[in-house]
T-cell receptor
């Protein structure tokens, strides 16, 4: 069964600190893995997209890693800011022949406190 | 200049009513989607249209009927609304062959 699991479910950190969010998946066939940020009341916004051959990708203070062998990914946030408070969703794309199907994780709710 | 816009943003209605949610994208994408986000924040695909043609139809009650009058629009009509339909519905779009998705800001539907 195609599944994407994220941990922790929620996380509280102090402003300026770093944190790492985890994503494990069992999706086949694998096409790519994405990390989205979803602010409260808004739609998900893409942070990074990684294909099978990519191990790491950065977008400003966000760095995502991918280990396709162990089917794990992480999102590292450096020097957190209050505006980083949001849900972070790991999404794995599976190519189904004619279409690309997205399988969403349940997200990690991050709260950055001053 | 909104890329994917949904209307309305909030919708409160009584059980048994019929309602529609509209979605428009001005990105020139050829594929549009409807996702449902439940109370646990889990996003699940409902429908996907490519060039006005239905290509994904997940297990969704027949009360939900998408309509795509053209590539830039994908509307969602819901008949006989039930309490369990309460959720946030997201429209999204992409271009076939590209992996980027753009989501709308969501429509929060509350059925009372």
């Amino acid at each position: 069964k195609n599944q994407v699991e994220q941990s922790p479910q929620s996380l509280i950190i102090l402003e300026g600190k770093n944190c790492t969010l985890q994503c494990n998946y069992t999706v086949s066939p694998f096409s790519n893995l994405r990390w989205y940020k979803q602010d409260t009341g808004r739609g998900p916004v893409s942070l990074t997209i990684m294909t099978f051959s990519e191990n790491t990708k950065s977008n400003g203070r966000y760095t995502a890693t991918l280990d396709a062998d162990t089917k794990q990914s992480s999102l590292h946030i450096t020097a957190s800011q209050l505006s980083d408070s949001a849900s972070y969703i790991c999404v794995v794309s599976s190519w189904g022949g004619a279409t690309n199907k997205l399988i969403f994780g349940t997200g990690t709710l991050l709260a950055v406190q001053p | 200049d909104t890329a994917v816009s949904q209307t309305p943003k909030y919708l409160v209605t009584q059980m048994g009513n019929d309602k529609s949610i509209k979605c428009e994208q001005n990105l020139g994408h050829d594929t549009m989607y409807w996702y449902k986000q439940d109370s646990k924040k889990f996003l699940k695909i409902m429908f996907s249209y490519n060039n006005k043609e239905l290509i994904i139809n997940e297990t969704v009650p027949n009360r939900f009927s998408p309509k795509s009058p053209d590539k830039a629009h994908l509307n969602l009509h819901i008949n006989s609304l039930e309490l369990g339909d309460s959720a946030v519905y997201f429209c999204a779009s992409s271009r076939q062959g590209e992996i980027g998705y753009t989501f709308g800001s969501g429509t929060r539907l509350t059925v009372v």
